[in-house]
């Protein structure tokens, strides 16, 4: 998920952490970020991250990127300016995710403070009404400061409570300021909430070390009109009171890709190989707490899959040539779908995990319990040839799923479709082809979502058309459109056009 950085970049971060210790707290704070940076580029190369800075107003230092380079060299210039306002911050904050990635992807913000909104302003900041954030998000503060100078931290966390932001935590340095206390409080951060998922997948005898982008977790919030687990589904906290995702994710079956167009999911995440394993980032959390600098390089993506076989390369492989997908069971009533997916701006496929609602099942298909090998049913049928899959659908389907469905999302793409149609209508009999075809298709979509006054401005558009043509053919065919698409109901049935019927 999309990770905000906001800096204070107010007055009193030029105060000197000590007076031991000369290092200015603005410079304590671009250190630990330029750490955090690096351990966020190392071990999530795939997320977006964004920079801002804050004073009595917020500036975007860097937009959403995956360059960790920039923005470790954007700390640099933050220049300190005058008092803090962490109203303007939050604002902020919501401004940039509501217009890079809208109100229901999760966010993470990360504010980098020393928690001083300055004696004059203390009390207007935090009297002021809260922004509403209108998407999850979690708030971890690290403080630039002793335990003893954070007597606002109860209204800290007032704060947070007040905007809706669940979950968050406060990360302050155990002891005097320096660069090496700042580091142990970014290493508790990334150690409780920046963690890469690793687990395995496994088909039978094969298996695979993967990882999840973004990794996955669960966001809380209280907003009035939220997309939590909470709120969607209430029974969520007794049957799965913690809903960790498992380490090990099991392959139950193979189906295909049009069984399952447009499930309902909780969460989608692009599948990797595990690129940082245990041994490796308990040697970068380690590395974050020394005195000298660090330099993470990721490492290539050709380097990781060179001479060694990988099962999840071999899955992405076969699922795209086969045009199938993988049922992974993830615990006793919770599944996921594994697919490969194209990517919009490229050619290039990735392995992707959807992952559905715990105890919950796909309406056209059934409880995916009672899903089994198919050639169980052909052993129980007496013709072998046909094909008869579990669980039994029955004859008129409920579902909103519709083959080939248009789309409408404007004015425009509706006026469109019916222009084609009476065009169609106008070429008779040589497009009779393309015009029952295309009306076959609008037809599906209204009949299924209950339109029946789209039905009746076809009708008379066609009949206008039946009126001004030329040719007996053109009109007994129209004629015939006609009285299929006023009488006949049932969205299973097609217009089908015979010799004899003209």
């Not at 009949?463 to 053109?474: F, L, V, W």
Request: glycine share 4%.
């Amino acid at each position: 998920m999309p990770t905000v950085v906001i800096l204070d970049k107010s007055l009193s971060m030029r105060r000197p952490a000590s007076k031991e210790n000369l290092h200015s707290r603005h410079s304590l704070a671009c250190k630990g970020l330029e750490w955090f940076l690096n351990y966020i580029g190392m071990c999530f190369p795939l997320e977006y991250t964004s920079l801002l800075a804050f004073s009595s107003v917020c500036d975007v230092v860097v937009p959403f990127t995956r360059d960790y380079e920039l923005l470790k060299s954007k700390l640099d210039e933050v220049a300190v300016q005058d008092r803090t306002d962490l109203h303007a911050a939050l604002v902020a904050m919501v401004e940039t995710m509501l217009a890079e990635w809208g109100s229901f992807a999760p966010c993470q913000a990360v504010l980098v403070t020393d928690g001083s909104p300055g004696v004059k302003h203390q009390d207007a900041v935090y009297k002021r009404q809260p922004p509403n954030i209108p998407f999850p998000c979690q708030l971890y503060v690290v403080c630039i400061a002793t335990s003893d100078e954070l007597h606002w931290a109860s209204r800290q966390n007032q704060l947070c409570e007040l905007t809706g932001i669940t979950g968050s935590e406060i990360f302050v340095p155990s002891g005097p300021l320096g660069e090496t206390t700042v580091r142990e409080t970014f290493k508790r951060l990334v150690e409780a909430h920046f963690r890469p998922y690793s687990g395995v997948l496994k088909c039978g005898h094969l298996s695979s070390n993967i990882g999840l982008s973004p990794p996955p977790s669960v966001l809380r919030s209280k907003l009035p009109v939220s997309i939590s687990l909470e709120s969607r589904y209430p029974s969520l906290d007794e049957s799965y009171p913690n809903l960790q995702y498992p380490k090990e994710m099991v392959i139950c079956g193979f189906l295909d890709i049009v069984s399952l167009p447009v499930p309902p999911i909780l969460t989608r995440h692009f599948v990797t190989d595990s690129e940082v394993d245990s041994k490796t980032l308990d040697n970068l959390l380690q590395a974050l707490g020394k005195v000298e600098g660090l330099s993470v390089v990721p490492p290539k993506q050709d380097d990781l899959e060179s001479g060694k076989p990988s099962f999840r390369v071999l899955l992405h492989g076969s699922l795209k040539c086969d045009s199938k997908v993988a049922l992974v069971q993830l615990s006793d009533s919770w599944f996921g779908l594994l697919f490969s997916a194209v990517s919009s701006s490229s050619k290039k496929s990735n392995l992707v995990l959807s992952v559905f609602y715990p105890n919950a099942d796909v309406p056209w298909l059934g409880p995916f319990l009672y899903l089994g090998p198919k050639i169980n049913t052909q052993k129980m049928n007496e013709d072998e040839d046909s094909d008869t899959p579990f669980p039994v659908v029955p004859a008129h389907s409920l579902s909103y799923q519709i083959p080939g469905s248009l789309l409408w999302a404007s004015e425009s793409v509706l006026q469109s479709d019916m222009t084609k149609i009476i065009r169609y209508s106008r070429k008779l009999p040589e497009k009779e082809g393309a015009l029952v075809k295309e009306l076959n298709k609008l037809r599906l979509v209204a009949v299924t979502y209950s339109m029946p006054d789209l039905i009746d401005v076809l009708c008379a558009a066609l009949t206008k058309e039946e009126a001004s043509a030329t040719s007996p053919q053109a009109t007994a065919l129209l004629n015939q459109c006609i009285q299929f698409l006023s009488t006949n109901k049932n969205p299973l049935e097609r217009l089908v056009i015979t010799q004899k019927q003209l």
